[in-house]
């Protein structure tokens, strides 16, 4: 086929995974289902991504490194949430795919009521905690009584309002699975859209509405997550896909048990990765404001680039999920290793964008000499990993999409807690390497468990997971 022909088959692919059409990814070719749930996913992906990058743009247009720094602290134990997110939302891909393999369409649309249940319920619990233990959070954290009087508001804001993210996640994990990424997609586009418009009105004031400073990018996001979730609702009970949700919306507590179960690991994954991070801010901070705000603008920008990557990583687990529900577990794992070649392609491909352009990206951000060196060496260390976590990320994902979720939460703990925590505090403190010793545990920790993750993937194990 020419050059021509391929370009052109493509593009008419990148249509079809736009508009959404429904699809029988257990039967079309691998290649295809992998661009055809890829596509949607990626952009999904980098609109999350984009909610990061956009806050801590114009939050450091304050030129107030204590604000920047309010939002990385803040972000590091928002990672938490995210964590519980993330993990429901896995767990409810996994179940609703694996139910949509098997051709039993009410039971997937059972499976996402009753995730959507669950995902209230703790939001609500984590809304206490913001109104009441804000100040407190960010004290723990290593705030300075300047930052935490002046910026406290930002985080309560992003902790009352933190069933946006639990909901945004998890319906999308449930479009994921039943393979309507194009909706999850629009939702985040949405809510992104949003976000940029009201970001520069709530932070700095326009017309009626005052200056909020670093709490106005929490009420802008609040307001742009919140829209896209009622966006998410309106497809669930009156949009065309496979899920509807108009009468399966009785609770059942065997359903939600087994998708607790589930997606315990999922979550455990994410927690005992989240947690770390704070581990990291905490040792960051005693370096100084400028280091954490340093770290705080590349981690956005690295994000930024990862959750694309991890948009690939949510296909391959949409397709192990409904390959396995289908009865065709060699086919699902032949789309995980596809699956990750194409994620290494597109990782070396930001790694190199890193090396060679890590100032100007930083420099976005800041003017200040020492968040700018922090910044940018913080890139480019941790940029060295994206090799291995290519296949590290759609390898751990397929374990998940398969319903084995104690593999990679056992993987994770060594990964984070026996490696990279120890490691980034004798580096920085006992080693004297300082912020750099930090910045080189991860790469190094995220590479030893892609690593892992492989080997014990190639044993086939997960093939026999029941759900």
Known sequence: MSVSKKLNSFFRLFKQALRGDTQDY???????????????????????SLFAVVDVYYVSRLNDNDAVATVGLTESVLTLIYSLAMGLSMGATAMVARRVGEKDIKAAQVAAMQAIYIGVGISLL????????SEDILRVMGASESLIQN???????????????????LINGVFRGAGDASIAMRALLLANGLNIMLDPVFIFGIGPIPAYGVEGAAIATNIGRGIGVLFQLYHLFNGKGLIKLRTNIAVMWDIIWRLIKVSAGGTGQFLIGSASWIFLVRILSDFGSEAVAGYTIAIRVIVFAILPAWGMANAAATLVGQNLGAGHPERAEKSVWRTAFFNMLFLAFI?????SMAEPIIELFSTDALVLKNGIQCLKIVSVGYIFYAYGMVVGQSFNGAGDTRTPTVISFFGFWVIQIPMAYALANWLGAGTTGVFSAIPIAESLMAVASILIFRQGKWKTTKI
């Open 126 to 133: 984590i809304s206490i905690v913001g109104i009441f233990f």
């Open 151 to 169: 910026n406290s508001g930002y985080t309560r804001w992003m902790f009352t309002g933190n069933i946006t993210i639990m909901l945004l996640f």
């Open 351 to 355: 790694t190199v964008i890193f090396f």
């Open 26 to 48: 257990t039967s079309i070719s691998i290649d295809k289902a992998i661009v055809l749930l890829s596509i949607p996913m990626i952009l999904e992906m980098a609109m999350e």
